[in-house]
């Protein structure tokens, strides 16, 4: 079956200082698609950042890039110039494209004043 | 476009009450989906639709059933609502085959059970 796991429940880091957050996957698959989604106190759920598996190259967008090793099958998220806006909580989700999404149990990350 | 739009916010019920949530979406997606979240469980799949007419269970389908009323709308019913239905309720939707594969979701219920 598939998993995510994501091993850091909360972390904080001043802004503007640059934060990673870890995930990884276990799939006996070779094609799939990796997303990071973030959950503001808003609750909305917001796509940050996808990556697809055959793509070697990194996914990034503006502030948000990604570090994906398909061999250790890990996933990190890295936000750099961390802003007061970017406080949430992060998931990290796979699929194997079957219709179905798996999400991590989350990061709430806090940026701090 | 609205996107997904669910329906209440908010919800408190007795224990042994029904109700149902409404899901919706006008992306003209095929699938559809219910999670529910729970602290420190992240999102959790009750059911999901992959067509209209369609219905399939996920991680959690006990105590709730579902209806594709047609390719907009998914409602999520509570026959007899139970204390550990205390949850936030997400629908999302998606359109698999496309180049994305993600999930666009709604603004979530948050449903109390007494």
């Known amino acids: 079956a598939q998993t995510v796991t994501q091993s850091q429940p909360e972390m904080s880091v001043q802004e503007a200082e640059t934060v990673t957050l870890s995930c990884t996957y276990d799939?006996?698959?070779?094609?799939?698609?990796l997303f990071w989604y973030k959950q503001p106190p808003s609750r909305q759920m917001i796509l940050v950042i996808r990556q697809e598996a055959y793509k070697q190259q990194n996914a990034t967008e503006n502030r948000f890039s990604v570090n994906f090793q398909k061999a250790a099958k890990s996933f990190s998220l890295k936000i750099s110039d961390s802003q007061l806006g970017d406080t949430a909580m992060y998931f990290c989700?796979?699929?194997?494209?079957?219709?179905?999404?798996?999400f991590g149990k989350g990061t709430r990350l806090h940026i701090l004043p | 476009n609205a996107g997904v739009t669910q329906t209440p916010k908010f919800q408190v019920l007795k224990t042994g009450q029904s109700m149902t949530l409404q899901c919706a979406q006008d992306?003209?997606?095929?699938?559809m989906y219910w999670y529910r979240q729970d602290p420190g469980m992240g999102l959790r799949l009750i059911y999901y639709s992959a067509s209209e007419g369609t219905t399939d269970k996920g991680e959690v389908p006990n105590g709730y059933n579902v209806s594709r009323l047609n390719k907009r709308e998914f409602s999520l019913r509570l026959e007899s609502a139970a204390p550990s239905q205390t949850s936030v309720y997400f629908c999302?939707?998606?359109?698999?085959?496309?180049?994305?594969?993600?999930?666009?979701f709604g603004p979530g219920t948050r449903l109390t059970v007494t």
């Open positions: 989700a796979f699929t194997n494209r079957d219709d179905k999404i798996i």
């Open positions: 992306m003209n997606h095929n699938s």
């Open positions: 799939t006996s698959e070779s094609n799939y698609y």
């Open positions: 999302a939707s998606s359109r698999p085959g496309t180049a994305s594969y993600e999930q666009y």
